[in-house]
């Protein structure tokens, strides 16, 4: 036999298992019991005949479906519809606001008791056009016997509605991610008599105003409103281009910037504390000389922000640092930048790493470079430090990742770090 | 033993050029379709991989990044819809499992209770019904009160529903009915779907809903979106068909080892470049251009592609002629499912496996915010994972034969136990290094891929005998009947799914992805849910102690399979000779 014979016969045999198998078995079906024919170790096959008691059956099936998914919608719906304050024993005693789930349209907090009750009332009217629209308002029955003393993390997590939040006497911890992703937050009050907290204009600081604790995500909405701009635009991420920007050259001008997009951090303050400045909109930030942490997420995604400076002396008239005493990027006093603090600050165009830091966090300067194509860069392409490469190596606790990339092609590329650097006098 | 290399190779393409249109005997596949099969198979799955990126859940970047939706939200709607589905499905599975050919009343009724959902939806969607409630009352204020909805966007999100369900049901026996008899019951639906798909594809990327500041007016707006995304269906039907090519089973296994696993070719090459293309994006992942332009276009190609090679694949499931078909009434339909006790032990395991429901993708994490990749190093990184699992494929037959679909599938459940059990303890000891914690993480995701793909080859294998097996039970493969089994584990598994969910919530993860940058969040976000999924698949286990289908009985059932083909088709030409001598 050839081998190709031998191969055809060997491939034969494999295709025909199946087939000989089938030969050598099908006698044993016979022919007018081919529906009901049983295979020894399996079930009968049950083809086109009545199902013995059915009916009790499908009373059965029904009976438990019915029950079934009764009790799991229940259950369900009951599990996920929090009561819009959940509160708990905070540590060291008191009460401790775990979660706010906004009611509906509640815009405005104030901290103080524990709410028992909310009340609402809404009212349907109709508009000028004839569309039919819903008002409510609500009305919340707080226990004075249950001061609120601490906001637990994640408090308010990504609450689209509230705009303003009073902290009341008796708030004496606020964690740093209470009011994370509240977009529409404006501002946060604080009662005077609070003894670990306070607040400056809108923006929540510890009682001594060392740290920043939280600037409000929409503090350029109440900044507009104060300042009398009317109306508002909503910048998108590519803002420039689109029709945000006809909104944005009417207000445009340079006072405008100065009064919306702009934030001086006070000179007393030494920290900024996690997730301060988390999705401002600002353009520019001054900080003071004396500043020593930036801690982790401090400026995390800021799309928009042009300008990290510091400033020495006193303020002037409009509440700005004179020319003449801004220093440019970060202040010598800086020890500790946080992981992703300056994540996505790619309008950005210079970074001065001053002599006195010693730790930079993971991915710090992550998002803040890009390659636009035809090798034009922007953002934080460059890093600038004060210390020479050994120095800087021996002295920084550098995270991974933390200097950032750009693409380069198929691969990205590491931001370079130009060592031994003198600060700029000007941008 | 070069010599006797060439030999062989001149032999196999010998064999192909012999039998490139008709097939060798005791086959029933020529190589001309196995070429067919590959490029068809490997553009639709391609095709509806791509659509991976596109869905309504939390997962997909269009609501990661873009629309920003409440995390519980997603699985309220699920709930408001729940009730409703087990009409649709029972009135679904006796359409699909009689092929869409009904008694004329039975049609017609069917279709008035499409059309009067099509009329209740657009009535719920269109008309403020929810002002008919007392707007200060218990159930308006508990439905205000519910994460990203309120009482008027869940009438719209019910008659989003409803209308779906309407329209679906309705398309569905018409196309049915007219393609199925010229398409066969795997391939008809890309003959109908494929140009409106390639058209919403487009579409989801150019309404840009996201823009809308209001949570509750964007969530039913996106879900009244992606309903009508999801109408039209591009699913891997091709490779559905291509599974049951032959009822030669040793067909079937090669034909699945070797043109179908090719074909997935296609798909890892795809998954090599994409990312690539998103890496060049100005705002890569994030970028809306995403949507708009990279997936219309490669999702289009392959779609065309689909459809230009798919003409001469054919299904070849041994089944009595049409007009002897074994018509299956719902109960019929139903008691005939829960007979079979292989889909008792596979529904007790998909039960708990409902354990990982609502957890994040292990993988997305590691990768967008552990090592924050993108570009070709994300893709090569990809690729290596999902590559190593092609490898131990290749010898899913020898393992088909030195080991029970039972060993194999134990093996696999606490494979994945360990595995997962070995990220969370990378997690936990080397934390703040990012780069050592992550890799050791890739390491173990390379060897769980590897230990995951034979037991996912045993498994469709072994789904197609269950189904063959059911249809020795039944007369009929039932196969959408199946979801019976849903029907008694829906309840519990929806209201198990909210345990990770709502643990979520409490370490921060809500409708903001950028949590998972802050380090302490994500390690609560990651390691909860891989822990509540080992015990899952620890459970998983003990359901497979007791399953005996093995070889010797599935080659008896394929017998009285053949044996029922034979015995019918001879009666069916009998009656048509006697029909013929009596004209």
Known sequence: MSKKEHAEKKNRKNNLVDQSFYDGYKDAIPEDQIWDFQVEGLQKPWIRKPMPNARAKKIAVVFILVIAISISIFFSFWILHTDPFKYGEAEGGGTELIRFSNPGELLELALDYAVTDVLTEATVTTNEKGESERHTSYSLTKDETQPITALHEYAFNCDERIQRITVGKTVTSIDNKAFYSCYALREIRVDPENPNYCDVDGVLFNKDRTELICYPIDHDAYLREKYGYEGQYWPSDNWKNDEAVDKYNEYYTREYEDQVNTYVVPETVKVIGPLAFNYSELFRLYLPEGLERLETMAIFRNWHIERVDTYTGALGADGLPAPEHIKVSLPDSLTYIGSDCFNSAIEMDYMYIPANVTFIGHHAFWGAARNEGKGKLIGLYELHAALDEAAFKAQVDAGDQWTGEYDNGLFPKRVAVVYGEERPAAH | ?583
Request: charged letters at 15%.
């Open chain 2, 1 to 583: 033993m070069a010599g006797n290399a060439l030999g062989k190779v001149k032999g196999v393409f010998t064999e192909i050029k012999t039998h490139w249109k008709t097939p060798a005997e005791g086959k029933y596949v020529p190589y001309r379709e196995y070429k067919d099969i590959f490029i068809a198979v490997g553009s639709n799955y391609a095709g509806s991989k791509l659509l991976e990126y596109i869905w309504f859940g939390a997962g997909c970047y269009l609501m990661m990044y873009h629309y920003h939706l409440p995390y519980l939200t997603f699985t309220i709607i699920g709930l408001i819809n729940m009730p409703l589905n087990y009409v649709w499905a029972m009135i679904g599975w006796y359409i699909n499992d009689n092929l869409g050919f009904l008694e004329k009343k039975k049609e017609r009724i069917i279709y008035s209770v499409y059309f009067f959902a099509i009329v209740l939806g657009l009535t719920l969607i269109l008309a403020p019904v929810s002002r008919l409630f007392d707007q200060n009352g218990a159930f308006v204020t508990f439905m205000n009160g519910l994460e990203g909805i309120n009482c008027d966007s869940a009438f719209k999100i019910l008659g989003t529903h409803i209308l779906w369900n309407g329209w679906a049901g309705s398309r569905n026996i018409f196309w049915r009915k007219k393609l199925l008899p010229k398409f066969g019951r795997y391939k008809y639906s890309l003959y109908c779907d494929f140009l409106p798909k390639i058209v919403m594809v487009a579409l989801i990327g150019w309404i840009p809903l996201w823009t809308i500041t209001d949570v509750v007016e964007r969530v039913w707006k996106a879900n009244l979106l992606f309903a009508a995304f999801s109408i039209f269906g591009f699913g891997n039907s091709l490779e559905a068909c291509a599974q049951n090519i032959s009822p030669n089973t040793r067909e079937r296994v090669l034909v699945r080892t070797y043109p179908i696993k090719l074909s997935h070719l296609a798909h890892s090459i795809l998954a090599i470049i994409l990312p690539v293309i998103i890496g060049w994006l100005p705002r890569k992942w994030e970028d809306i251009g995403l949507y708009k332009w990279v997936l219309p276009i490669t999702f289009g190609t392959f779609a065309i592609l689909t459809m230009v090679f798919s003409g001469r694949i054919k299904e070849r499931i041994p089944q009595p002629p049409l007009e002897k078909k074994v018509q299956i009434n719902f109960w019929d339909g139903m008691f005939g499912v829960m007979r079979n006790k292989y889909k008792w032990i596979q529904n007790i395991v998909y039960l708990l496996d409902s354990l990982g429901n609502g957890m994040l993708a292990f993988t997305t994490i590691l990768y967008l915010y552990t090592f924050r990749l993108s570009g070709l190093l994300y893709s090569l990184i990809v690729a290596l994972v999902s590559f190593a699992g092609t490898p131990p494929d290749f010898f899913t037959p020898f393992f088909m034969k030195r080991f029970s679909y039972k060993q194999i599938t134990i093996f696999y459940q606490f494979s994945r136990a360990l595995g997962n059990g070995l990220i969370v303890l990378s997690l936990l000891l080397f934390r703040r290094n990012v780069v050592l914690c992550g890799s050791i993480c890739v390491v173990v995701l390379i060897l769980m891929e590897m230990c995951k793909t034979v037991p996912t080859s045993v498994g469709h294998d072994m789904d197609i005998r269950i189904n063959d097996y059911q249809m020795y039970l039944s007369g009929e493969r039932l196969e959408s009947f199946s979801g019976v089994f849903g029907w008694f584990t829906g309840p519990i598994t929806s209201f198990v799914g909210l345990i990770i969910p709502l643990l979520l919530l409490n370490h921060g993860f809500n409708s903001n992805w950028d949590v998972l940058f802050i380090d302490d969040s994500r390690l609560y976000i990651i390691i909860i849910p891989l822990l509540i999924d080992t015990v899952g698949y620890l459970l998983m286990a003990i359901p497979y102690f007791f399953w005996d289908y093995d070889d010797d009985k599935q080659n008896k059932v394929m017998a009285v399979l053949r044996r029922r083909e034979e015995v019918t088709a001879a009666a069916q030409a009998a009656e048509e000779t006697e029909a013929t001598v009596n004209e």
